[in-house]
């Protein structure tokens, strides 16, 4: 069966550092993977995802992910973070072979001033 | 322009209640979704639709009834409500099949008293 972890259910982190929330799957069959974010009382907005391609991804506002097949991870990084970056993120794959998208139970991401 | 909308965004009412959700998309998408967000913010699918056909249907109790009157429409509705289907539902739509992704609704936050 598919899955995914985080690794990390809070990280806390002081403005401007960088951050790294950890992201692992399992499937038999090849997958697509993305981050999402849910900001306070919000719907969740795709942050990033990898379809193929290279391996690294970046997002628009300087959040990058590196797809790693050896070690089946999907690693979510940023070099220095704000206070706008408080929020829930979500790794989720989808299977190629059914498009269903399964969550991991998400990493809560505290910047402090 | 909202490209998912739900309405109610919040919805209280008391155990053995029969209510609905309703969910619309404006961007031509082919599949709609529902997801349950627990207290624990945990996501999990109950239920796809594809052009108005049911393809994926998770372990849900059949108190739960989705209905897709068209391809940009989707409803649900919740039969003699418990204190446990107290979460968020978050409604969501993809294109081809979903492997690129999916666009979210806000949720509607339902509390079963």
């Known amino acids: 069966a598919q899955s995914v972890t985080q690794l990390d259910s809070q990280v806390p982190v002081f403005e401007e550092a960088p951050v790294e929330l950890r992201c692992n799957y399992s499937s038999s069959v090849s997958v697509y993977l993305f981050w999402y974010v849910q900001y306070p009382n919000q719907g969740l907005q795709l942050l990033l995802k990898?379809?193929?391609?290279?391996?690294l991804v970046e997002s628009i506002n300087g959040f990058e992910a590196e797809f790693n097949k050896s070690q089946t991870s999907f690693h979510l990084r940023k070099p220095s973070v704000h206070i706008s970056d408080t929020a829930e993120y979500f790794c989720?794959?989808?299977?190629?072979?059914?498009?269903?998208?399964?969550f991991g139970q998400g990493t809560t991401l505290q910047v402090k001033p | 322009d909202t490209a998912v909308s739900q309405t109610p965004k919040y919805l209280v009412t008391q155990m053995g209640n029969d209510k609905s959700i309703k969910c619309e998309q404006n961007?031509?998408?082919?599949?709609m979704y529902w997801y349950k967000q627990d207290s624990k913010k945990f996501l999990k699918i109950m239920f796809s639709?594809?052009?108005?056909?049911?393809?994926i249907n998770e372990t849900v109790p059949n108190r739960f009834s989705p209905k897709s009157p068209d391809k940009a429409h989707l409803n649900l509705h919740i039969n003699s409500l418990e204190l446990g289907d107290s979460a968020v539902y978050f409604c969501?739509?993809?294109?081809?099949?979903?492997?690129?992704?999916?666009?979210f609704g806000s949720g509607t936050r339902l509390t079963v008293v």
């Open positions: 990898y379809l193929s391609g290279s391996t």
């Open positions: 969501a739509s993809s294109q081809d099949g979903g492997n690129y992704g999916y666009t």
């Open positions: 639709y594809n052009n108005k056909e049911l393809i």
């Open positions: 961007l031509g998408h082919d599949t």
């Open positions: 989720a794959v989808s299977l190629s072979n059914t498009g269903k998208l399964i």
